[in-house]
């Protein structure tokens, strides 16, 4: 009897069909080409799929009695498309009572029998139960495929039980079968994320030197692996060991790159690597965007240096409507007032008051001196008056600086006034008006 007919009367009790006939027809399995075949039984599985799901809660106990008593189940082939549709739909505990009764119906279980039911405990991440299904399939004569072994290999990884998955890895090779590039990258992403990149480094030659070209996932599972690691730098050699090969890097490897860079402070690298991937079409993110400016600033706060960087990545955020964070904006104001860009300094600082930001002390203070040092105390004065609309009392350093300036510029009267509003506030500056100390003096 063909393959669809057996599957085309399936019906539940309230006459939902379950499997929907092929458009070609039920021909006999025999008549048709492999791929053909593979079609048909794809789309069966599909079907009955929805057929599962479309049922609801209550009614999930019935679905093998649906199975059972309103269609012939006389292969092994159709057991296991039910199978497969039961571990689809996520009906893993049916699945397994499903299994158990195979005998039942005068059938073995084949290779593909065993390697849905390894699926379905690896979903279920019951990676021993699957290991011994494995086990149990090798014993009896029966050869794991490919993608069952890397289904397992994930999941062993996924639970950092990666010597056990490296075992797995070893059987391949021990096999007739041939590991491919997802194999490898399943391992290598399990080496990665319990430190051992070094390890997942020498799979990627591994697999190099037998032929298999690495594609985007397995390159982007190194750069993970370096970053967490501490070891970023490391990553601009997978770069270029990925353009040898012409894989083009996509926007996750740029990211995880940039974001490792950035996190373990390497910021020279990580501005020439941000450069690269905006040359190369791809916008940076608003959270990498944040960090780099951060960084840029630190950099130039200490070293002096890549201001102007800073500033254009500012530009850029400012132009793309990016939200900064309190962080940035802090930084961003010191290192702005540091570097003789004041007046942006103080737009930036209007701006993150606007944002609901209160800015911290040393970052008050950097914009105020920058303005005294250029003595454009005035503007010194409107950083103050901003504080105070925002609750926020600057410290001694704040008026000192001002009084200080005001007094070089023998403004007696305005650094009296400042004096004095410092004190209102419960604040008592160290410098004084400058007549102040002469009546003391007197």
Sequence with gaps: MAYPKRLSHLIDKKGITLVVKHNNGLLPIQQKNPETIEKTRRLQVENFVAAIKALPSKDKTTILDIFTKNGKICSTAVFNDLLMALVIASEHELAFKFYSSISSYGLAPDCWTYCILIRSYCKIENVDEARRVLDHMVENGLHPNLATFTTLINSFCKKGRVEEAFELMEDIKKSSIDADVYTYTALMDGFCKVGRTDEAMELLNEAMEIGLKPNIVTFNTLFDGFSREGRPLEGIGVLKKMKQINCRPDYISYSTLLHGLLMWRKIRTALRIYKEMVRNGFEVDERLMNNLLRGL????????????????VFDKMTKRAFVMDHSTYNLVIQAFSMGKKVDDALVSLQKMIKFGYIPSLTTINSVIR?????????????VLVL????????????????IQELNRQRRFLGASNVYGSALVRGVVPNQMPLHEKLLINN
């Design 370 to 382: 920058a303005f005294c040092t250029k003595g454009r105390v005035e503007k010194a004065i409107l």
């Design 297 to 312: 600033c630190r950099k130039f706060l200490k070293e002096n240096d890549l201001l102007e960087d800073a500033y254009q």
């Design 387 to 402: 504080m105070y609309e925002t609750h926020k009392i600057p410290n001694t350093t704040s008026y000192d600086l001002m």
